[in-house]
């Protein structure tokens, strides 16, 4: 490194706004899934207005689900402006007969909001795994393909998956480039979902493959068949992802894998679904069960 530039930017507020409502003997698992579904009809409009949301959808003692907010980020917005964007929101859950009680928390700068809100947590594991998808925001204006895109969801979620959502839009930078390599699904994405599949600490690859191949050929194929076209967050995505040069990296994909032909034309950089894998495989393995322990092989 010869040289660093740092570009320094004012402080702003930030407010945030946690709650969860959940199924109970007078919240129904539909009354639920309406309250799932008035939250999606406002991600354009939240993230249009800066705002980035993370929540999850996880079963609960009773035998339901549970939607839980951690937070609802209003950055550069006070408390009485994030309530007001917010209050069109509240009102639908209202009007389902869900009652919420949200707490607001106004910071002066992003680092004390950053600090109180995401603690360190564990990610991944030996007991789970996980997929996920970027999907576009013609899911949400499109009243027909918000319906299918909550349909796929509950499905998913009601055979025993765990929901991790993030209601996010990446911003437009006029003073960079944007021909990387980053997947172009991005730049239409207005959330990443994450798909969790469980099983117990002590089970056998039999039981791992079942809930891997599940959670691959079973319930993220009703989310690649409402996002045709989108995409997946490389960083956390399955590893079994089918056509995962689309997936991860859309239409960049022909010109990464040219560039590793023209640079590692020996394969000498390998990882499991990265740029020029399809390339080689590994002897031995269990299907979906990517123990990564046979030898490394070049297909011919």
């Not at 994405?189 to 079973?218: K, R």
Request: glycine share 6%.
């Amino acid at each position: 490194m010869t040289s660093l530039i740092i570009r320094a930017y004012q402080k702003i507020p930030v407010t945030t706004m946690t709650f969860n409502f959940t199924m109970s003997d007078t919240l129904s698992a539909d009354t639920f899934w309406a309250g799932v579904r008035a939250h999606m009809t406002y991600f354009a409009t939240f993230t249009d207005a800066g705002t980035y949301s993370y929540f999850n959808i996880m079963p609960n003692t009773s035998g339901g689900f549970t939607f839980t907010f951690d937070p609802f980020w209003g950055g550069n917005l006070t408390k009485p402006q994030l309530q007001a964007l917010v209050a069109p929101f509240l009102k639908d859950l209202n009007d389902l007969g869900i009652p919420v009680a949200p707490v607001y928390i106004q910071y002066p700068s992003l680092y004390p909001a950053w600090n109180a809100s995401f603690p360190p947590e564990v990610v991944g594991g030996f007991n789970n795994h996980a997929a996920s998808r970027l999907f576009p925001r013609e899911n949400f204006v499109n009243a027909t393909l918000l319906n299918d895109t909550l349909a796929a969801v509950r499905y998913a979620i009601e055979a025993g998956g765990i929901l991790i959502g993030y209601n996010i839009k990446s911003a437009l930078n006029p003073l960079a480039s944007q021909n990387n390599s980053v997947n172009p699904a991005w730049r239409e994405t207005l959330t990443h979902f994450i798909l969790v599949g469980l099983w117990n600490n002590n089970a056998t690859f039999e039981q791992i493959q079942t809930v891997s191949e599940t959670m691959t050929n079973d319930w993220m194929v009703k989310w690649r068949s409402v996002s045709p076209g989108a995409g997946s967050y490389l960083a956390e995505a399955d590893i079994n992802e089918p056509d995962f040069q689309q997936a991860f990296w859309g239409s960049n994909y022909p010109r990464l894998y040219a560039l590793k032909q023209q640079y590692d034309p020996w394969g000498l950089f390998y990882a499991p679904q990265a740029v020029g894998s399809e390339d080689w495989y590994i002897k031995d393995q269990i299907p979906y069960v990517p123990t990564q322990d046979g030898r490394l092989c070049r297909r011919t």
